[in-house]
Each structure stands twice: as C-alpha cells, then as structure tokens.
C-alpha cells in the first residue's frame, strides 16, 4: 500500500530563513512519481514538482530545492531566504504505476513566514 | 481561460437534501478527479475517470456518484446529505493515467456546507 508521511504539522519561521518540509513515503512499486503541492491561505492547490523514481538528481527552481533519495524513501523539499509570500500548506503526494489514477497526499505541513 | 473550473464555489444547505457540483476542464487531459479535503487540510482521493472510465473509486459512500458525460467535464452528485459531508471538494485533471506520472491542476474549489 502507498503511504506519504509529512511528520512536521506545522513550521513557522522568520523572513530569509531557510526551511525544509520533510516528506517519507512508502511503495512496494519499482517505478512510482512523487510531487510537491503548494495551497496558499487562498486556498486553490498548485503543482510544484513530479519526480519519478529512476531520477534521483536533486532539482532547484529559484530558491525551492527537492533533495530525493531512494534509500531513506525521502523527498524533502527546501525553501532558501523564505518570505511571506511562502506561507502555505504543502503537500507531498505519491503516484504508483501499479495503482495509476490513485495518488497518496501526505497530510500537509503548514508552513508560516512572519515577517 | 481557467484551466480547470468547478461550480458553485459554495454550496450551503440542509441534511438530506442532494446537490450537485459540475467540473470542466479545458486543457485536453484525459484523466479527471475528485478530492475531498476536510476541516483539518486533509485531502483523500474520492473518484478517477479515465477517458470517461471510472478507475478509481476509494471507499466513498454510495450516496456519491460521479458522472463523466465527457473527458473534459466530470460532475459530483451526492444523495442524502450529512453534516459529516461538509468539506471543500476539490476537482482535478491530469494529462493522462499511464504510468500514473503526471501532474494535477486543480479547480478552486467548492466548499460545502450541510447544516
């Protein structure tokens, strides 16, 4: 059975802090996609990043960074110098090939960045 | 244009009453959704449809029932309404299911209230 766990509820930090969102995810699939959601305070759920499970190179937009690696079954994702605007939920979610059409949201952590 | 659209935004009504929130999508995706997200963040899988196939149906009581007249519209009608029903209810689109690798775009949104 997949599995996502998002083991920080809640995270608040100061402006220009760096900050990572842990995520732990479980699969008996070989080949399975991971992805990062953002859901601001206004509420709608916007993609971030896919990963899939043969690409284990780490990937930078900006100041977001996804550290993936397949021995501890991570995918943790970094925030550099946050700002106010960061302040959301995040969701980690988890798709398997052998279970397409159903993918496994983490519950969530709640990020906030005080100014 | 909006990607993925959902009507009402809100929905306000009495237990036992059933109502219906319409989806469309407008971006040529052939896989379509439904999420529930509860009074915590928590967002669960409902309903997949793959070119108007249902794919995925994850324990939901059968007082829901999604309907696919198309790929680009999948509607939520709920029979019977609970208090336990109060939610926001999220639609979603993927550009496909193969291999269960693709990104979602979501809908803003409709937040049901049963009272």
């Known amino acids: 059975a997949q599995k996502v766990t998002q083991a920080q509820t809640e995270i608040s930090v100061v402006e220009k802090e760096d900050v990572t969102l842990d995520c732990v995810y479980e699969?008996?699939?070989?080949?399975?996609?991971l992805f990062w959601y953002k859901q601001p305070p206004s509420g709608e759920l916007v993609f971030l990043i896919r990963?899939?499970?043969?690409?284990?190179q780490n990937e930078i937009s900006g100041r977001y960074s996804w550290n993936f690696q397949k021995s501890t079954s991570s995918f943790n994702f970094t925030i550099t110098a946050s700002q106010v605007v960061d302040s959301a939920v995040y969701f980690c979610?988890?798709?398997?090939?052998?279970?397409?059409?159903?993918?496994?949201f983490g519950d969530g952590t709640t990020l906030t960045v005080k100014p | 244009d909006t990607a993925v659209s959902q009507t009402p935004k809100y929905l306000v009504t009495q237990m036992g009453n059933d109502k219906s929130i319409k989806c469309e999508q407008n971006?040529?995706?052939?896989?379509m959704y439904w999420y529930k997200q509860d009074s915590k963040k928590f967002l669960k899988i409902m309903f997949s449809?793959?070119?108007?196939?249902?794919?995925i149906n994850e324990t939901v009581p059968n007082r829901f029932s999604p309907k696919s007249p198309d790929k680009a519209h999948l509607n939520l009608h709920i029979n019977s309404l609970e208090l336990g029903d109060s939610a926001v209810y999220f639609c979603?689109?993927?550009?496909?299911?193969?291999?269960?690798?693709?990104?979602?775009?979501f809908g803003p949104g409709t937040r049901l209230t049963v009272t």
């Open positions: 979603a689109s993927s550009l496909s299911v193969d291999r269960g690798g693709y990104e979602q775009y």
């Open positions: 699969t008996r699939d070989t080949t399975y996609y």
């Open positions: 990963r899939n499970s043969f690409d284990e």
């Open positions: 979610a988890l798709s398997e090939t052998l279970n397409a059409g159903k993918s496994t």
């Open positions: 971006l040529g995706h052939d896989t």
């Open positions: 449809y793959n070119n108007k196939e249902l794919i």
